[in-house]
């Protein structure tokens, strides 16, 4: 039901970060990351961190999804100049629609007047998308060449 989300979502505690930077790292790999704009320490709660966003005019809105003390997900809102708005989600892999079906309409009741855009590894958390209206807009394949 709607009311237990509500209790299961809060503000992204500190503590949360080295297992929402785990997360950040596995979703966004190196090897996809490199063409983003994304930069996982931007999320960072260190007090540089804030300063550094603070200087730069950077708004970022987070939020976590907790089963009693466990830490389920977290999703970072990043209002942008550009079309979009972004969402960046951190989530156990175990537990993603979980906690997406939590932390999403959070990110939709934070929402200003433009599109939300998540860049997210194909094929994981799909049907939790599409139930908060989310849809497939491009899929990026990776290829190598082996030498």
């Given at each position: 039901s709607r009311r237990s989300l509500r209790r299961l979502r809060s503000r992204r505690r500190a503590a949360d970060w080295p297992q929402q930077l785990a997360w950040l790292k596995q979703a966004y790999p190196?090897?996809?990351?490199?063409?983003?704009?994304?930069?996982?320490?931007?999320l960072s709660p260190h007090p540089f961190r804030a300063l550094v966003r603070w200087f730069n005019g950077q708004e970022i809105h987070q939020w976590?999804?907790?089963?009693?003390?466990e830490l389920l997900g977290v999703l970072a809102y990043e209002p942008t100049h550009a079309y979009a708005d972004w969402l960046w989600l951190a989530c156990d892999p175990?537990?993603?629609?979980?906690?997406?079906?939590?932390?999403?309409?959070?990110?939709r009741l934070a929402?200003?007047?433009?599109?939300?855009?998540?860049?997210?590894p194909a094929g994981r958390a799909v049907d939790v998308l599409a139930e908060n209206l989310f849809v497939i807009h491009h899929t990026l394949i990776w290829m190598e060449y082996p030498l």
């Open positions: 190196p090897q996809v990351n490199w063409n983003l704009t994304f930069n996982p320490t931007t976590a999804a907790r089963q009693g003390n175990q537990r993603e629609a979980e906690a997406l079906g939590c932390l999403l309409p959070a990110a929402q200003r007047a433009r599109p939300l855009t998540i860049n997210y």
